[in-house]
């Protein structure tokens, strides 16, 4: 019986690592964002079918110089571009929600503010999210009736999200060769 034991804990760890060697080259392979990298943004869902018209502003626009444009990290054919001028820029907070920035101008000052409003989970999103993770702790061992110290290597992977819960596959592999893999639902706040 302890072959066995042992040929089936064995066979668990082999899948184990292999699970995680798959969802760590996925996760490596998979597209990058753009790191640093000014992007022309997708307009808000709100804007996409809202009618458009020309306004005239009354009063100079308030425009940001000097090495604004290269701080920012803007691409270089509008830091080289003089009739493309900054007038705001915010930095969002790091989320799991979608956020919608809003930048609005006043057509008899020239004054520009910008507005950011957190949005509600979409009833059900695609996600590509993964996340790695080693620790060290005490494990209690029912079998001996003691804590022992032990390192575990986790992976994990979001899948899929319904609102506020995401589900996704997790695999664990700890030094006194116990594995784990399997599907889970997580919420995170």
């Known amino acids: 019986m302890e072959n066995r034991t042992r040929v089936i804990v064995e066979v668990v760890l082999i899948l184990a690592v292999g699970v995680m060697g798959y969802f760590l080259y996925a996760a490596l392979s998979a597209p990058k964002p753009v790191g640093g990298v000014s992007v022309i943004a997708t307009p808000a869902p709100a ?41 705001a820029a915010t930095q969002v907070k790091a989320n799991l929600r979608p956020q919608t920035v809003s930048t609005v101008i006043n057509t008899e000052t020239g004054a520009v503010e910008s507005y950011v409003k957190t949005d509600p989970y979409p009833w059900f999103a695609i996600e590509t999210r993964g996340e790695a993770k080693v620790a060290y702790g005490y494990k209690y061992r029912h079998t001996i009736g003691a804590m022992a110290p032990v390192v575990r290597m986790q992976l994990s992977y979001d899948v899929v999200r319904v609102k506020a819960l995401t589900a996704g596959v997790q695999a664990t592999i700890d030094t006194d060769r116990d594995a784990f893999v399997g599907v889970g639902i997580s919420y995170k706040w």
């Open 47 to 87: 804007l996409r079918k809202a009618p458009t018209a020309q306004v005239a502003i009354k009063a100079p626009v308030r425009v940001f110089k000097g090495e604004t444009k290269a701080n920012l990290k803007l691409p270089a054919a509008v830091i080289a571009d003089e009739t493309k001028q900054v007038i």
